[in-house]
Antibody, heavy 122, light 108 residues
Framework: EVQLVESGGGLVKPGGSLRLSCAAS????????INWVRQAPGRGLEWVSS????????YYADSVKGRFTISRDNAKNSLYLQMNSLRAEDTAVYYC???????????????WGQGTLVTVSS | SSMLTQPPSVSVAPGQTARITCGGN??????VHWYQQKPGQAPVLVVY???DRPSGIPERFSGSNSGNTATLTISRVEAGDEAAYYC???????????FGTGTEVTVV
C-alpha cells in the first residue's frame, strides 16, 4: 500500500524556519517525482514545489521561490521542504503528493499524505 | 501561469446529476485532472487525463474537456459525494502546477 507520512509541522514565528519531512513506503520512491501542495485554513489547494526522481529538476511556486528549498534522499525514501523567512501567509496544511504522468502527458497526483500543519504567528 | 475558475458551490438533490465546470484559456489543449476533498481529509484523485478514472472510483464520476471549459460530472449523486472538488492542470509554459479555485458540492 502506498503511504506518504508528513511530519515537522508546528508553530513558528514570522521570519523563522521549519523543515518538513515526508516518509514514503509501499512503492519505489526513487522512481517518482514528488510534490508539496499546501492548503491555508478554509482555502483551496496551492501547489508549492516539485522535485524529479534524482533531484535534477526542481520547480517552485512564485510565492515561495527563494525562501523554500525542496530536496529528497532516495536512500531514506524521504522528501524534505526547508522553509525559511516564513510569513503569516505560509500558514497551511502541507501535503506531499506522488506525481504520475498520464497518456496525454498531463501530470497529476495519485497519492497524498495526510498533511502536517504549519502555523506562522507571533 | 494559467488561472482555473470554478463555481464556488453547486447544490444537487440525491439521485440527480452534478456538473462542475473548470474554466481556463484554451484548457481543452491541456490534460485536466480532478480531486475530491472531504473536510479534514487529504484530496483524492477521482478523474485524470480529462476523463479516466483511477481504480476504485465509481463510474458515476466522469469528465470532459473542450475549448475553454472542462467539466466533472457526478451522476446519481449520493450523500457521500458531498465534498470540495478541485480541477488541476500542469502549465508546461511556466513549469507550474495549477489548481482550480474549488467547488463545494452540497447534496440537498
Amino acid at each position: 500500500e502506498v503511504q506518504l507520512v508528513e511530519s515537522g509541522g508546528g508553530l513558528v514565528k514570522p521570519g523563522g524556519s521549519l523543515r518538513l519531512s515526508c516518509a514514503a513506503s509501499g512503492f519505489t520512491f526513487s522512481s517518482y517525482t514528488i510534490n508539496w501542495v499546501r492548503q491555508a485554513p478554509g482555502r483551496g489547494l496551492e501547489w508549492v514545489s516539485s522535485i524529479s526522481t534524482s533531484g535534477g529538476y526542481i520547480y517552485y511556486a512564485d510565492s515561495v521561490k527563494g525562501r523554500f528549498t525542496i530536496s529528497r534522499d532516495n536512500a531514506k525514501n524521504s522528501l524534505y521542504l526547508q522553509m525559511n523567512s516564513l510569513r503569516a501567509e505560509d500558514t497551511a496544511v502541507y501535503y506531499c503528493a506522488r506525481e504520475r504522468v498520464g497518456e496525454l502527458q498531463g501530470y497529476y497526483f495519485d497519492s497524498w499524505g495526510q498533511g502536517t500543519l504549519v502555523t506562522v504567528s507571533s | 501561469s494559467s488561472m482555473l475558475t470554478q463555481p464556488p458551490s453547486v447544490s444537487v438533490a440525491p439521485g440527480q446529476t452534478a456538473r462542475i465546470t473548470c474554466g481556463g484559456n484554451n484548457i481543452g489543449s491541456k490534460s485536466v485532472h480532478w480531486y475530491q476533498q472531504k473536510p479534514g481529509q487529504a484530496p483524492v484523485l477521482v478523474v485524470y487525463d480529462d476523463g479516466d478514472r483511477p481504480s476504485g472510483i465509481p463510474e458515476r464520476f466522469s469528465g470532459s474537456n473542450s475549448g475553454n471549459t472542462a467539466t466533472l460530472t457526478i451522476s446519481r449523486v449520493e450523500a457521500g459525494d458531498e465534498a470540495a472538488y478541485y480541477c488541476q492542470v500542469w502549465d508546461s509554459g511556466s513549469f507550474h502546477c495549477v489548481f482550480g479555485t474549488g467547488t463545494e458540492v452540497t447534496v440537498v
